[in-house]
């Protein structure tokens, strides 16, 4: 019992520390886009500020001028390969390492306040991702992995509701700020991000906040709009990050299939001399328990339907969240393996609450291996090699799942006692 009050007393002031520190300073990170690493500042002042790389000034680009939802601009750069000391205004910026080692994986992060389903966002045990981002940071991670939805605070906190009084709301910057940037803000400045984009950041929610501030290209689109597939080498593996978005769960429309196949194309021509892992917001594959059984949740209709005319011979791993809880599906070397990690803060599945299902499932016409768990946390990836491994982190930083990454084997289970 002493063990467990103080590691809760200590969760509870990584989490308030990360809160009364963010916002502190404006916030800026380095994220990873098809050119290689980008510096990225959001900031309220006239002009965009200088950035310093290794002891040189240099000027930022403004990517995108104020506006009325988002009342502060957002200015870029382009980090020179080999950067390795980064700041602006006085903040300190990790830049990229040419073959990352350690690497955080988490999804579905942000706080949900939907009309009668009301999220406790001014309560860390009620909407843990600033206490999942400061333990995270403190493995000094060289890359975070972001498989998608931030944005959750779509309609206002009810009345008298102290859970979440006085939440911004709405896609505009108060709300990312407060979703996102304050939260976050130890893990932002601790390694270099990769973002894919989600369903809540479609152009009918998130959208404009997602082109303005997280997408990977260097000019920002206008709803309408999908994101570009592109590379990230990570010496000897590389991300493949695809955008899910517009895609369907639980039908296969032929226009969204075929939207989904093409982003699929860059995927199929890519080079394949090393192994590839896409990152996609929805699960191609995913199983569900009913009861003592496993079976195919079948998600995602649109994708499954496109990947059937697409090769992915090359894909050992599939990256996504989506689904609340951690699971992975190892089918063997016929079939990419795939994990979910979507654990980082937003309202879990209830019927995913621990402890973890362990068994096989027949997942789309193929036998899986397949664990899968209800926990907040994050998902700490470590390279051995040629292979990985991989632990489940929940919020006392202990480990839950323990997981091995050989080509596309993957297989996890419960630590043992």
């Not at 859970?163 to 108060?174: L, Q, T, V």
């Not at 199983?287 to 079948?298: M, N, T, W």
């Not at 649109?302 to 689904?323: F, M, P, Y």
Request: aromatic share 8%; net charge negative.
């Amino acid at each position: 019992m002493k063990v467990t009050v103080l590691t809760t007393t200590l969760c509870l002031g990584l989490w308030f520390a990360a809160v009364e520190s963010a916002g502190a300073a404006s916030p800026a990170w380095v994220e990873m886009t098809a050119t290689g690493a980008e510096a990225r500042l959001v900031s309220d002042a006239a002009t965009c500020p200088p950035i310093v790389v290794d002891g040189e000034t240099h000027a930022m680009s403004q990517r995108a001028p104020p506006s009325e939802a988002f009342p502060n601009r957002v200015c870029e750069y382009d980090l020179p390969a080999g950067a390795r000391v980064v700041s602006i205004d006085g903040q300190s910026l990790a830049p990229p390492v040419a073959r990352p080692r350690r690497i955080v994986i988490l999804g579905d992060s942000g706080c949900r306040l939907k009309g009668a389903v009301v999220q406790h966002c001014n309560d860390p045990s009620g909407w843990p991702f600033a206490q999942v981002a400061a333990l995270a940071a403190a493995k000094r991670p060289d890359l975070v992995i972001h498989v998608g939805d931030y944005y959750y605070r779509e309609t206002p906190c009810p009345a008298g509701n102290a859970a979440c009084a006085g939440s911004p709301y709405g896609d505009r910057w108060e709300t990312w700020k407060a979703e996102v940037f304050d939260p976050a803000a130890p893990l932002l400045s601790a390694a270099p991000w990769v973002f894919a984009r989600g369903n809540h950041e479609d152009c009918k929610r998130g959208g404009a906040g997602w082109f303005r501030l997280l997408d990977a290209d260097p000019a920002m689109r206008a709803c309408p709009a999908q994101s570009d597939t592109f590379a990230v080498d990570l010496g000897g593996v590389k991300l493949m990050i695809v955008d899910s978005a517009d895609s369907e769960d639980v039908t296969a429309p032929a226009d969204l299939v075929a939207a989904f196949a093409s982003r699929l194309d860059a995927v199929v021509a890519s080079d394949k001399r090393d192994p590839i892992w896409i990152v996609t917001h929805r699960p191609i594959w995913d199983a569900v328990r009913a009861g003592p059984l496993l079976l195919d949740a079948q998600v995602n209709a649109t994708e499954r339907a496109a990947v059937k005319q697409r090769d992915l011979t090359g894909v050992d791993l599939i990256l996504s969240g989506h689904v609340h809880d951690f699971t992975s599906l190892g089918f063997g070397p016929d079939r990419s393996a795939q994990l979910v990690v979507g654990t980082g803060g937003d309202l879990l599945n209830k019927d995913d609450y621990p402890p973890p299902a362990v068994g096989g499932a027949m997942i789309d016409g193929q036998t899986a291996k397949v664990f899968t768990m209800g926990r907040f946390g994050y998902f700490l990836l470590e390279r051995r090699g040629d292979d990985w491994e991989g632990a489940f982190h929940d919020l006392s930083d202990k480990i839950a799942a323990l997981c091995q990454l050989h080509g596309r084997a993957l297989s996890c289970h419960k630590p043992r006692a």
